[in-house]
């Protein structure tokens, strides 16, 4: 079955940094687009960066030059570099697999980011 498993997740103080991965099973990888995306309480969730995959890349306007979405086909990871972390980036990070063709969409279980002092 298909499977997402987030890690990376933790608390950092504003400014620091973080790298999310995404390992992706069950699925073949190359007919994906990548995501991730992020829900804080009592929020909706929102697409934080995706990659398709031919790589190319999108990222929301909030997050433009800090965070960076890649992706490694044979390792069928998905990764997000977040810099300059702000408490607005506290959230659950959610990573999803939509796929190409007929639209399903696959969802990891969340991780926790904090960033506070």
């Known amino acids: 079955q298909v499977q997402l498993v987030e890690s990376g997740g933790g608390s950092v103080q504003p400014g620091g940094s973080l790298r999310l991965s995404c390992a992706a099973s069950?699925?073949?990888?190359?007919?994906?687009?990548m995501g991730w995306y992020r829900q804080a309480p009592g929020k909706q969730r929102e697409l934080v960066a995706s990659?398709?995959?031919?790589?190319?890349?999108n990222c929301s306007d909030s997050v433009k030059g800090r965070f960076t979405i890649s992706r490694d086909n044979a390792k069928k990871m998905v990764y997000l570099q977040m810099n300059s972390l702000k408490p607005e980036d506290t959230s659950i990070y959610y990573c999803?697999?939509?796929?190409?063709?007929?639209?399903?969409?696959?969802w990891g279980q969340g991780t926790q980011v904090t960033v506070s002092s």
């Open positions: 069950g699925i073949i990888f190359g007919i994906y687009t």
């Open positions: 990659v398709t995959n031919g790589s190319r890349t």
């Open positions: 999803k697999a939509r796929n190409d063709i007929n639209w399903n969409d696959y």
